[in-house]
């Protein structure tokens, strides 16, 4: 089976730093995705790890450990339009055929000011 | 046009009615989902089309049938559904190639209430 693990609530304030933490247990690797979702938006894509590391992008930063199972997101210099929820997902399996996600449940990240 | 479109943002209806709820992508992708999102659970998939042939189809109940006519167009007909069926209905396209990321676009979808 699949089975995604995140927080399910975070506060975090203004101008802070937060990391939100996901572990993952998956038949499969190949990729792992941050989204973002705004209440009553769709989920827009943050940002993808492949490989083991680091990938910055602006504010936001996303790490990959493929041997522990794990993936954080960092979010520097928190602005209050960062609150959102935030959702992590692997894709499980590669080739053709290969388009299913499994979603974690999410983390709700509530910026104070 | 925005990306991924979804109509109708709401929709309330009874256990005997039957209703579809239509998604239309603008981004040339070649994949097009379907997704349930329920509160306190993940988002579940439900069906993948690419270039409009199903490849998926995760144990979906018969009350719920896709249809996908073209490689833009991809719709979910509704019929004698349950109360448990309320949820937030995603639809999102994607790129299918080994040369990019695959990110899947989602549209922001139906609201979905039943009586």
């Known amino acids: 089976g699949q089975n995604i693990d995140q927080p399910t609530e975070m506060t975090a304030t203004e101008g802070a730093i937060v990391q939100i933490n996901c572990t993952y247990q998956t038949s499969g690797f190949n990729g792992l995705f941050w989204y973002q979702q705004h209440a009553g938006e769709a989920p827009t894509f943050l940002s993808y790890n492949v490989l083991d590391g680091l990938e910055e992008k602006g504010r936001f930063s996303s790490f990959l450990s493929r041997s522990k199972g794990y993936s954080y997101l960092l979010l520097k210099e928190l602005q209050m339009k960062d609150s959102a929820s935030y959702l992590c997902a692997v894709r499980p399996n590669s080739g053709a055929g290969s388009y299913q996600l499994t979603f974690g449940k999410g983390t709700k990240l509530s910026v104070i000011p | 046009e925005t990306g991924v479109t979804q109509t109708p943002r709401h929709l309330v209806m009874g256990m005997t009615n039957k209703k579809s709820l239509k998604c239309e992508q603008h981004?040339?992708?070649?994949?097009m989902y379907w997704y349930k999102q329920s509160a306190k659970k993940p988002l579940e998939l439900m069906f993948v089309?690419?270039?409009?042939?199903?490849?998926e189809n995760n144990s979906v109940p018969s009350r719920f049938s896709p249809e996908c006519p073209n490689s833009s167009h991809l719709f979910l007909h509704l019929h004698t559904l349950q109360p448990e069926d309320s949820a937030l209905y995603l639809c999102a396209s994607s790129q299918e190639s080994s040369l990019n990321y695959n990110e899947q676009f989602f549209g922001p979808g139906t609201r979905l209430t039943v009586l």
């Open positions: 089309y690419n270039f409009k042939e199903q490849t």
């Open positions: 981004l040339g992708h070649n994949a």
